[in-house]
């Protein structure tokens, strides 16, 4: 019979490797019996998941970054499987925004300890339906955001940079960076089926969490199981005015300016119109260009090891809410 508990880790994500080395024992003696499946390459947590549950493993623990999360929520959640088994997170990579999200320590040995003394909550999901770069329709999934316009530049400039000087400061490098090479596409966005807008576009989000980018607080006021995504939409703005913004977006103080808008709803649909493309990005991963189809799935995914209702980005309070 498989262990009732599967590690699925990234060793490529941050140092992941060497420090889960130091965590293993611990592991052990906090959930029991586990194994750990290590990922060889792009897509491979997918399958790793979805080959485990099927298998009989009832708890994924994603030790790695929002990258391996969603790749691990893809594999279920394409597969039927999203209520067959639960998830926790060990924050070994190098964002670790949805793991901000609810409130999970930065802490390791406390990140650890709190797989076995939180408790359950069942969150959200998002579904996104979207266009490679050799024009193929694709479909993905999600628990934190996906994103689109400024944001696609600016994964893609930090992806091949790397981030050797930390996560935090790669981003906010690669954001100054890709705002200085940003020409905004044309873009016509629908939330709910009624346009939010139409013209050039800086940045939109389909927050689900409330961060992006290791640490900005895109949508603060996002929770992963309210049943809408915030849908943050920033117009176009001139290069310095986006300078002069990109701060406040760590504080959460940028939805204040008048360029800036929030809209919820269940679903958020956009096509781009000229020659200037609009790349995708999902948890920090590059996927392709508009058009996009995006949809909460609302209470897809239960988690574990979640530090009950002081976890800021959750609205319930039960132990499995």
Same mark, same amino acid.
């Given at each position: 019979m498989p262990v009732s508990t599967l590690i699925v880790l990234n060793p490529r994500a941050g140092a992941s490797a060497a420090r889960f080395a130091r965590l293993q024992s611990r592991?052990?003696?906090?959930?029991?019996?586990?194994e750990v499946a290590r990922t060889r390459g792009a897509r491979d947590a997918e399958r790793i998941a979805r080959e485990a549950v099927r298998a009989g493993v009832e708890r994924l623990v994603?030790?790695?970054?929002?990258? +391996?999360? #969603?790749?691990?929520? #893809?594999?279920?959640? !394409?597969?039927?499987?999203?209520?067959?088994?639960?998830?926790?997170?060990?924050?070994?990579?190098?964002?670790c925004d949805f793991a901000r999200s609810i409130g999970t320590p930065r802490d390791l040995a406390a990140a650890v300890d709190a797989l076995a003394t939180g408790g359950r909550h069942r969150v959200d999901a998002g579904r996104i339906r979207y266009c490679d770069h050799a024009g193929q329709e694709r479909t993905a999934y999600f628990l934190n955001e996906a994103s689109f316009g400024l944001s696609g530049g600016i994964v893609d400039l930090v992806n091949r940079a790397g981030k050797r000087w930390g996560p935090t400061l790669a981003f906010a490098l690669g954001t100054v960076a890709g705002i200085l090479r940003h020409r905004s596409p044309d873009v016509v966005i629908r939330v709910d089926e009624r346009i939010v807008h139409?013209?050039?576009?800086?940045?939109a989000v389909a927050a689900n969490g409330r961060y992006?980018?290791?640490?900005?607080?895109?949508? *603060?006021? !996002?929770?992963?199981?309210?049943?809408?995504?915030?849908?943050?939409?920033?117009?176009?703005?001139a290069k310095p005015r986006l300078l002069a913004l990109f701060?406040?977006?760590?504080?959460? +103080?940028?939805? +204040?300016?008048?360029?800036?808008?929030?809209?919820?709803?269940? +679903?958020?649909?956009?096509? #781009?119109?000229?020659?200037?493309?609009a790349r995708i990005d999902v948890d920090g991963e590059p996927l392709g260009r508009l *058009?996009?189809?995006?949809?909460?799935?609302?209470? !897809?995914?239960?988690?574990?090891?979640v530090l009950g209702p002081v976890a800021a980005g959750l609205v319930g309070t039960g132990a499995d809410a």
């Open positions: 592991l052990q003696d906090v959930l029991g019996d586990v994603v030790a790695g970054g929002d990258g +391996t999360l #969603s790749e691990v929520v #893809s594999g279920l959640l !394409a597969a039927g499987l999203g209520g067959h088994a639960e998830l926790a997170v060990l924050p070994l990579g190098s964002g139409r013209g050039p576009l800086s940045l992006f980018g290791s640490g900005m607080q895109v949508a *603060p006021e !996002a929770r992963l199981d309210d049943g809408a995504f915030d849908v943050v939409i920033a117009r176009h703005l701060p406040r977006i760590y504080g959460g +103080t940028h939805l +204040t300016h008048p360029c800036v808008s929030v809209h919820r709803g269940l +679903t958020l649909e956009a096509e #781009s119109h000229g020659s200037e493309p *058009p996009v189809r995006i949809e909460l799935l609302p209470k !897809a995914i239960r988690l574990f090891g």
